[in-house]
């Protein structure tokens, strides 16, 4: 058996191997897939050749990985209940935490302006707390996704966007939970279902994608930098005064309110409110008694724009630096 | 379509940096942003903390072959890996797999030690690319090969590590590649499990499937691999059939350690037969005479000198050092020389071994770091005797018999069967 282990001559690759090019694969269909060449220096062949394919590629990535994103999904979430005091208590036990300090910020609130403290906003309070919860969970746990999982990170080849994504899924598991609580409280607090509470969805949708976008960025960084996780800890526990949860932003007056909708988390939040709560339909605009506007569909826009260009710039560059990981983490 | 299965490298490098990555900020982000902007230093320019982890390591593997990888510690048989599972990228060099590639690296990292065995199978199962129900429907066939059906339901942080192990190769060995990566996990689990993923691996060669096995273990990659690429500070020193890079493998470890040996010069050496005649193949049983002078550059209070007796693939059949015989040591000066003369009887197996001698200085406290360094001394060659097998000679007798009621059968004469060199 005097066979030699054939090594290629460059010129002659090309005719054993044949070399698959990105817009190739996407032509072949899913079993080229399989097919993986990387060439280092920047060329026809390499990975980086469109800011946009880093988005179909991850779509195609998580497609091909969507068991493991489920696994890795569910193991988050068994291990917030395995061993654990609380339980499912768990998933309300933060919102209603949001909700008690809520009330007592506009009890205190209530008491100096020398009105009287009105139940009803309790009803908005609940509604807000549940996808603040989820965005902070979300964060919290998404920064510590990379690194937390170093063996898998420096080990195994799988696409990495998984990690932090399957936190944020394992942390919706847990706002669902809440979500389904509030919607079994909500008739109680005097809410009843409106055609314009259907708004909540799509702004929902916008919260995902911009938790999402946000989560693949703190992971990323937080890999890079190990303190991002505690800088990340402090902006979310101030955060919640900073975005109109325990508030509206009309209360701060016409330019309080412009500034306060900036917060991209805001538009969401009061959206929700608002077209649950008072059954606004979010197209039009809401001026309140002072002259101050409250809402103008403009923001439903400024809402859908943070939330695609974060999800956008997030996988983007979670791609592009995703091999690096590796090395630095 | 053609079976265009496996890997070509081709001019594979690679670089690292010594030391912290990054030390700032101030380094760190533009050159984050180079790398995002697509100008990163990707190019084959080394910096200067830089060093060269891979210089154009080219290879090939096509389907239904075995390419063994061997190479001393910090060769870069990991990083090449790395490269190969597409974890990390190369700086320059083209790289190419075709078909599934898995690989069978680390094979417990996936497992959540809080998770019971059931768990974990699922999880990393979906961690090492199985996709859908795969997992599930293989689960029976994942538990039988692991043989921890009893411990199924149990949080794997109350496993012992061998359990861990081969639940987790079991996991792994359920995959199916067309391109399989193996590092060295086959060194898990007794010898009855590494004989299975042994079985094992050769049958996914069978299959068609691509291998490349990164080892420093020799045997197990003679084993399995008749290709091997012998690599050494990043370069490929050698690749072709196993047993020639057997030989070049160790040949590269001797000439390492003989690098060290400044202290200790080998004079002379010697293997001969009981009358002192030079000789270098010998019957199995026969007396060989061994003879060494080595000359001290620096002092040694208490040395001592040893032979060993090595397989090709460095396993050591035999050793002894003077001291460890009857506690003979002797005072060297600067400049002097020590002499040895070993008499030993070759009671071993057909095959050649290499004779290395040993220099001990028992002053050395531990006394299990005593060795100041070994020679590589030479060579002797025992022809094989196909009526026994084994790694010794033990001069059997062996008399067989058919037992019956009268006992005229019965074992107790003595029978001479082709054995019994010594004697004859």
Redesign the interface.
Known sequence: MARNLPIPAPGVLSDEWTIVTPRQLARAGPSARDRKTYVAETGPAGRRSHPLSAIAELVGDLREYRYLLYQLTLRDIKLRYKQAVMGFVWAIFMPLLIVGSGVLVRYAMAYLSGEQFDPAIISGLALKSIPWAFFVGSIQFASGALVGNINLVTKIYFPREVLPISATLAQAFDSAIGALALVVVLPFLGIGLSAASLWALPLTLCLALFTVGTALLVACANLFFRDVKYIVRVLLTFGIFFTPVFFEPAMFGSIGTQLMMLNPLAPILEGIRLAVVEGHDLLRSLVDPRGVVVWSPWYLAYAGGWALGIAAVGVALFHRLEFLFAEYI | MVN?VGI?A??I?KK?QRGE?HDS?RD?IPA?LR??G?RGP???ELGERDFWALRDV?????AG?A?GIIGPNGAGKSTLL??L?????????????????R?L??VA??F?P??TGR?NV??N????????NEVAQKLDLIVDFSGIEPFLDTPVKRYSSGMMARLGFSVAAHMEP?VLLVDEILSVGDLAFQKKCHDHMRSLTAQGVAVVFVSHNLASVAQLC??TMVLAEGRSQF??DTVEAERHYVSLVRAARTQTQVSLVLEDFEILDEERRPKSVFRAGEVCRLRATVRANSSFSQFSLGVSLAVPSGDEVFHTTSYRLDGSTVDLEAGQTAMLEARLILNLAGGDYTVFLQCHDYAEVPRKRSEICRFDAGRLQVPAIPEYGGVAFLDPVLDLAVRTDDGSGSPDRELRGSGGMLQG
């Open positions: 265009d070509t081709e001019g490098w690292f990555i900020l760190m984050l790398q995002v697509g990707r190019s084959g080219s290879f090939a593997v096509k072959e390419l790395k490269l599972s597409g974890i990390l990228r190369p700086n320059r060099g083209r790289l190419q797999i075709n078909g599934r590639l690989a690296i680390e990292a996936g959540h809080d998770l768990e699922f999880l199962g979906a961690i090492l690319g199985m996709r859908g067309d008749p290709y690749l072709g």
